[in-house]
């Protein structure tokens, strides 16, 4: 009998151990998946009636559990170059550059005009105020016109022509009274010799105030008028023909007051492109001295 009590007794105390040790497995399984929400799953292998993804290795999850997917940057799109400066399209051979009578025509110390003695086709007398020699070519004529009333409406002050078109025969003599009084060498950077100026085409003019101020002397550039002629002459078709840093490549010294009419598509491309000499927009040597 005391044999039978010893181990029932042994039998309660090994009961109570393993019911202590199946709870303290049982909880430390349930920590293991405490869920976001304070609610705690169970380590223990679900029912049949429990979907199989409710399993340790894959915890089942309600919707709004459900973690946002990474956000994929959206990729930028580069950024197309800029176009170059003015129009690709552009086409520089539209017009002659050797024909006296294209609109385009450059004459300079290496480009004489051929033939020598030529007279534009369609000289008039242009409709604006004048001191002398008031002939251009029609196209140029209106755009001067339209230029100077632009110039009076926008403040920069009237202005009149000082001398446009010239013949060969007037250029002969307005080159050797220069060399008279300066000089061959003096008057080949200030006026161009016969058969090589500007004048002969119809296209070329020298502008001044009204009334007259600083006419075709360096201080012309300084005035209202010749500083809005050189920021606004291009809108017209017209071109400050010789710039002060441009000796080198025109042979002229700085003329504020000498404009040529080239029209207002090359204009408007030369000023887009940074470019103000005929020479270099046509890829022309430059023309410093005469051949010869």
């Not at 956000?71 to 129009?87: Q, R, W």
Request: proline share 10%.
């Amino acid at each position: 009998m005391h044999d039978r009590v010893t181990r029932r007794a042994a039998r309660g105390v090994v009961a109570v151990l393993t019911a202590a040790a199946v709870s303290l497995g049982l909880s430390a399984c349930q920590s293991d998946f405490l869920s976001a929400t304070g609610e705690w799953r169970s380590a223990v292998s679900p029912s049949p009636s429990h979907s199989a993804s409710a399993s340790p290795e894959a915890p089942d999850k309600t919707p709004d559990q459900t973690p946002d997917p990474t956000p994929v940057p959206t990729p930028k799109p580069t950024p197309a170059p800029s176009p170059p400066p003015g129009d690709p399209a552009f086409d520089s051979s539209r017009y002659s550059i050797d024909d006296p009578a294209s609109l385009w025509v450059v004459a300079n110390k290496l480009r004489p005009l051929s033939p020598a003695l030529f007279v534009p086709p369609d000289l008039v007398v242009a409709g604006v105020p004048f001191i002398s020699n008031p002939y251009l070519r029609s196209d140029a004529a209106i755009a001067i016109a339209e230029m100077f009333a632009a110039a009076a409406a926008e403040g920069a002050g009237a202005m009149q022509i000082q001398n446009a078109y010239r013949s060969y025969d007037t250029q002969v003599r307005v080159y050797g009274g220069w060399v008279s009084r300066v000089g061959q060498a003096t008057a080949d950077a200030q006026s161009a010799r016969p058969g090589h100026s500007e004048h002969q085409t119809g296209l070329g003019v020298d502008i001044t105030s009204l009334p007259e101020r600083c006419s075709i002397e360096e201080c012309f550039g300084e005035t209202a008028q010749g500083a809005w002629l050189a920021g606004n002459a291009w809108r017209f078709g017209f071109i400050l023909r010789y710039p002060a840093d441009k000796t080198a490549v025109t042979g002229f010294i700085y003329e504020p007051w000498h404009f040529r009419f080239v029209g207002t598509d090359l204009s408007t491309e030369m000023r887009e492109r940074g470019i103000t000499t005929l020479e270099e927009f046509f890829g022309l040597p430059a023309a410093p001295n005469y051949a010869g």
